[in-house]
C-alpha cells in the first residue's frame, strides 16, 4: 500500500521556523513529483511547492519565495520543507502529495496526484 505521511507541524510564532517532513512507505519517490498544498479554513487548497525527483527542479508558489526550501534525502523516501520567517498567513493544515511523472506533475491540478498524507497542521500565532 503507497502512504505518506507528514510530521513537523505544530505552533509558532511569527518570524520563526518550522520543518515539516514527508515519508513514503511501500515505494519510493524517484519517479514521481512531490508537491506541497495548504489548505486554510474557507480557502481552497494552494500548492505551496513542488520538487520533480526526476530532474530535481523545484517550483515555488509566490507567496513563499525565498522562505521555504524543499529538498529530498538521497534514499527518495522523505521530503522536507523547511519554513522559515513564517507569517500568520502561513496558517493551515499542510499535506503533501505524490504524482508519478515528470517535471508537468509540477503544473497540473491537485487531483492528479494519486498519494497524499493526511495532512499535518501548521498555526503562525503570537
Known amino acids: 500500500q503507497l502512504q505518506l505521511v507528514e510530521s513537523g507541524g505544530g505552533l509558532v510564532q511569527p518570524g520563526g521556523s518550522l520543518t515539516l517532513s514527508c515519508t513514503a512507505s511501500?515505494?519510493?519517490?524517484?519517479?514521481?513529483?512531490i508537491s506541497w498544498f495548504r489548505q486554510a479554513p474557507g480557502k481552497e487548497r494552494e500548492r505551496v511547492v513542488c520538487?520533480?525527483?526526476?530532474?530535481?527542479?523545484?517550483e515555488y508558489g509566490d507567496s513563499v519565495k525565498g522562505r521555504f526550501t524543499i529538498s529530498a534525502d538521497n534514499g527518495k523516501r522523505t521530503v522536507t520543507l523547511q519554513m522559515n520567517d513564517l507569517k500568520p498567513e502561513d496558517t493551515a493544515v499542510y499535506y503533501c502529495a505524490a504524482g508519478r511523472g515528470g517535471d508537468a506533475m509540477c503544473r497540473v491540478p491537485s487531483t492528479w496526484y494519486g498519494v497524499w498524507g493526511r495532512g499535518t497542521q501548521v498555526t503562525v500565532s503570537s
Open positions: 520538487l520533480s525527483n526526476t530532474s530535481g527542479d523545484t
Open positions: 511501500g515505494f519510493t519517490l524517484n519517479y514521481y513529483a
